[in-house]
C-alpha cells in the first residue's frame, strides 16, 4: 500500500472509532505538516554527579493552536534524558513546584528503597527531596515518573515521566550507536485522548485508560531524520495502560540489544515486538538502505473476553477508543549522511548465566480485579483491585525478604493481562504464557513482565528496603495501581 493510502486509511479510522466529527485533531494533523520527532533535552551527569529536577506545571500545544494544561519535570510535558555512569553517584535535588504532593520514582534503577521514591517519599508542595543515587548495574535504559499513591495514572498522564540511562563508556567497543539524537533514538511512547480542541482529554479506570492517539515524545506521529546506516532505538512505553505491537510496515527487522535491565549476548531479530507499559525495549534498525519506513502498532488486544465484556458492559461507553487496525506511530526519513556504524555488532555482551533453580522462598500473587463483587464506577472510590484478595494498604506490609537470596514468585493474572513490575529489583523470565518458555520479549534481565494466565519469575534481592521506605510490586496499568493492585515487601 503506499503511504498516502495508508496514512488516509488509518486516520480515516482513528477519527472514526473516537470523536467522529471532522474537527478531530487527527483531521487537523492530516491537514499541516506532521512535527518532526521531539528529541528530549539530554542531561549527562558523568562528569558533574549532579541532577537537579523541578516538577512543574506546564504548557503544551499538541495539535496547533490550542495549549493544554500539562506537567513536566524541567519542562512543559514529559522529561529529559538524564545519562549516568556506572559507577558513580548521583546527588539528586528534586523540588516539587506543585501544588499538590509528588512521589517521584526510578524505574528500573536499583538503589536501596530510601533512594527508590516510592509513595512513601511524596513531596509536599514546595518541598525538596535529595536522594543519593549509587548507580551500580549494567547499563540500560530506565525511565523515572510520578508514583504518589493513588494519583499515579493522573500525573503520569499529565506528563510527569523521564528517561534515565546508565551508560558504561563501552558502546564502541561493542559496536553499539550511542550518539543521542544522531544514531541513538529514546522514544517514549504513550496514548493520549483529544478533545476537538485538540486538548488533553480524560481517563478511565477499568481497563485502564486508553487514548486515540499515539504519541512520541509528546508529538503525534512525527517524521524523524536518520543517518543511512544502523541506529539504535530506545523503546519505553511509557503509556498509562496500552500495550504495543511494534513493526515496521516494510517488515523491516528489528534486532533486540536490551531489555528493561540491559544488553543481551547477541542481537537478535523480530518483525514484531510486544511492548507493556513500564517495559523497556532496544533495538538496532537498519536505514543502510536509505528507504524511509514507518513504525506501526496493532490494536491492543488486552481488553478482556466476552464474559469480561459482559460483565462490565455498563463501562463499555468509557472505553469507545479502541484503535482498530494499524495504527502509524512515527516515520524514519534517512538522508545521505552516514552515522558511525553500519553493521549490526555479532556479540554484545557476556552469555547470560542460566536462570536459577534454586530459591530461598516460593511466593504466589494473584493480581486481582474486583475486589468485593462489582466495580463501582462513578463512585469518588471508582473500583477496587488487589492482589492475592488484598487492595494496596500503605500501612501494611505484604511481604519479607531476605538480602542477597533469590526467590521464585509466581504471578497469575484473571480476565485481563497485566504488567506486573518490582522495584528495586531485577528478574528473570523462567515461563511467561502458563508455563511456556520465555519469547523473546521476556530473555534477559528484566523488572516488568506481563502475565497473561502464569508467569514465573526469579527475583534477586540485592538491595535493602526498610519499613518506611518498602519495595512496591504493582501492576503497571497505571489506574490498577492507584484502584489498588499494589503490595509493598521489605528487604533486609
Ligand atoms: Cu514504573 Cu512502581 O513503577
Ligand atoms: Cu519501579
Ligand atoms: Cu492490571
Not at 500539562?70 to 514529559?78: R, S, V
Not at 537470596?405 to 485481563?416: D, G, Q, Y
Not at 506486573?420 to 528473570?428: D, T
Request: hydrophobic content about 35%; charged content about 20%; glycine content about 10%.
Amino acid at each position: 500500500m503506499d503511504r498516502r493510502r495508508f496514512l488516509q486509511g488509518s486516520l480515516a479510522t482513528a477519527a472514526a472509532t473516537t470523536l467522529g466529527t471532522a474537527a478531530t485533531p487527527s483531521a487537523l494533523a492530516a491537514a499541516t505538516d506532521r512535527p518532526s520527532l521531539p528529541l528530549p533535552n539530554l542531561i549527562d551527569v558523568g562528569q558533574s554527579g549532579r541532577l537537579d529536577l523541578v516538577a512543574q506545571h506546564g504548557n503544551q500545544s499538541f495539535f496547533s493552536g490550542n495549549p493544554s494544561a500539562t506537567l513536566g519535570y524541567n519542562q512543559d510535558y514529559l522529561g529529559p534524558i538524564v545519562r549516568a555512569r556506572r559507577g558513580q553517584d548521583v546527588a539528586v535535588r528534586l523540588l516539587n513546584d506543585l501544588q499538590q504532593p509528588v512521589a517521584t520514582h526510578w524505574h528500573g534503577l536499583l538503589v536501596p528503597g530510601n533512594a527508590d521514591g516510592g509513595p512513601h517519599q511524596a513531596i509536599r508542595p514546595g518541598g525538596v527531596w535529595e536522594p543519593v543515587l549509587s548507580i551500580d548495574q549494567p547499563p540500560s535504559t530506565a525511565w523515572f515518573h510520578a508514583h504518589t499513591h493513588p494519583h499515579t495514572a493522573r500525573q503520569v498522564y499529565a506528563g510527569l515521566a523521564g528517561v534515565f540511562q546508565i551508560d558504561d563508556g563501552r558502546d564502541d567497543e561493542r559496536g553499539l550507536p550511542h550518539q543521542h539524537g544522531v544514531d541513538d533514538f529514546t522514544l517514549v511512547i504513550q496514548d493520549r485522548r483529544f478533545d476537538p480542541l485538540g486538548r488533553l482529554g480524560m481517563m478511565d479506570r477499568m481497563h485502564g485508560f486508553q487514548g486515540d492517539h499515539i504519541l512520541v515524545n509528546g508529538a503525534h506521529y512525527p517524521r524523524a531524520r536518520m543517518p543511512r546506516s544502523v541506529v539504535r532505538l530506545r523503546l519505553l512505553n511509557g503509556s498509562n495502560a496500552r500495550i504495543y505491537h511494534l513493526r515496521f510496515d516494510d517488515d523491516r527487522p528489528m534486532h533486540v540489544i536490551a531489555s528493561d535491565s540491559g544488553y543481551r549476548p547477541q542481537p537478535v531479530a523480530a518483525d514484531e515486538l510486544r511492548l507493556a507499559p513500564g517495559e523497556r525495549i532496544e533495538v538496532l534498525v537498519d536505514f543502510g538502505d536509505g528507504h524511509d519506513a514507518r513504525l506501526v502498532t496493532g490494536p491492543d488486544q488486552n481488553q478482556g473476553g466476552p464474559g469480561m465484556m459482559g460483565m462490565m458492559s455498563s463501562l463499555r461507553s468509557f472505553t469507545t477508543s479502541v484503535l482498530e487496525g494499524d495504527t502509524p506511530v512515527l516515520s524514519f526519513h534517512p538522508g545521505s549522511r552516514k552515522a558511525t556504524v553500519d553493521q549490526l555488532p555479532e556479540t554484545i555482551d557476556d552469555e547470560l548465566p542460566a536462570p536459577p533453580t534454586e530459591f530461598a522462598q516460593r511466593r504466589h500473587f494473584s493480581l486481582d480485579m474486583m475486589l468485593g463483587g462489582m466495580p463501582m464506577m462513578g463512585g469518588r472510590g471508582g473500583p477496587t483491585m488487589g492482589i492475592n484478595g488484598r487492595p494496596f494498604d500503605m500501612q501494611h506490609i505484604n511481604e519479607q525478604t531476605s538480602l542477597g537470596t533469590t526467590e521464585h514468585w509466581i504471578i497469575e493474572s484473571n480476565m485481563l493481562m497485566h504488567p506486573f513490575h518490582i522495584h528495586g529489583v531485577r528478574f528473570r523470565v523462567l515461563a511467561d504464557e502458563n508455563g511456556r518458555s520465555p519469547r523473546l520479549e521476556n530473555q534477559g534481565y528484566k523488572d516488568t513482565v506481563l502475565v497473561d494466565g502464569r508467569a514465573e519469575i526469579a527475583v534477586e534481592f540485592t538491595q535493602p528496603a526498610d519499613r518506611e521506605t518498602p519495595f512496591m510490586y504493582h501492576c503497571h496499568i497505571l489506574e490498577h495501581e492507584d484502584a489498588g493492585m499494589m503490595g509493598h515487601f521489605i528487604v533486609s
